[in-house]
């Protein structure tokens, strides 16, 4: 058992690592990405500082067309360096979002894999019973100190299932139906004991429980995933 649980807790430690490496290589990488492309961006005042060499090296341009082509000059690098600032604070937006969606992607991508296996386990152990008590008085079964209120013919099929497992028994839809309804099993219908399970699961609440609780045997019909010796009815 020791060995067991040592090597849950690995694989669970092992796990998390690759997460927070995961998380951590994610960051990393967009940081670079973002150093590399504000590095690579050409400087805001880089036309400012064309038109004032313009204005500098041409101080002979003194007619008033010359001068007016200046000005537009110098507003035009005043607006290219204002939009250029403005698209460097659209990109850091923009690669905060992506760092944001990638990081939840990873988390949910990590959550789905760790549910799966944990379903995947379940399906493959089954549910752990040690107390089934099925009153019929208070409509209700209690598995494992939890109560489930149940109706009328989900106790009627719960009780059957009961009775037949602790006998060892498998029963088909139509002894199901056979022993609830007092016909002879011949003259019912499978499909009416399968109706009477599905309803059972149904009031039972949860899909996962309620389908590993009661079984299906391919071609050989229903049976609870429960030891004989933890079934009680009162």
Do not use: H, W
Not at 185 to 201: H, P, Q, S, W
């Amino acid at each position: 058992m020791r060995a067991n649980t040592s090597s849950a807790t690995d694989v669970l430690k092992a796990g998390n690592r690759v997460v927070a490496g995961g998380i951590i290589a994610i960051v990393v990488i967009l940081l670079v990405a973002a150093v590399l492309l504000f590095v690579n961006l050409p400087d805001a005042n880089a036309f400012n500082a064309r038109v004032e060499r313009i204005f500098v090296e041409n101080d002979d341009m003194t007619s008033g067309a010359e001068i007016k082509l200046l000005e537009i000059l110098a507003q035009s690098g005043t607006a290219f360096s204002e939009v250029l600032a403005s698209y460097r604070g659209i990109i850091f937006v923009l690669l905060v979002f992506s760092t944001a969606l990638l990081l939840a992607a990873l988390v949910f991508l990590v959550t789905i894999v760790t549910l799966n296996r944990r379903i995947s386990a379940i399906q493959r152990s089954g549910i752990q019973v040690s107390s089934m008590l099925i009153s019929r008085d208070a409509r209700a079964v209690y598995i494992n100190d939890l109560e489930f209120a149940l109706t009328d013919a989900a106790l009627e099929t719960l009780a059957v299932l009961a009775e037949a497992r602790m006998d060892d028994e498998v029963l088909t839809g139509a002894q199901i139906e056979a022993v609830i309804s007092g016909r002879d099993a011949a003259d019912c219908d499978e499909a009416a004991g399968a109706t009477r399970v599905k309803r059972l699961r149904d009031t039972l609440g949860n899909q996962l429980v309620s389908e590993l609780l009661v079984k299906t045997i391919a071609r050989r019909g229903y049976v609870l995933a429960v030891g004989k010796d933890a079934i009680r009815m009162i």
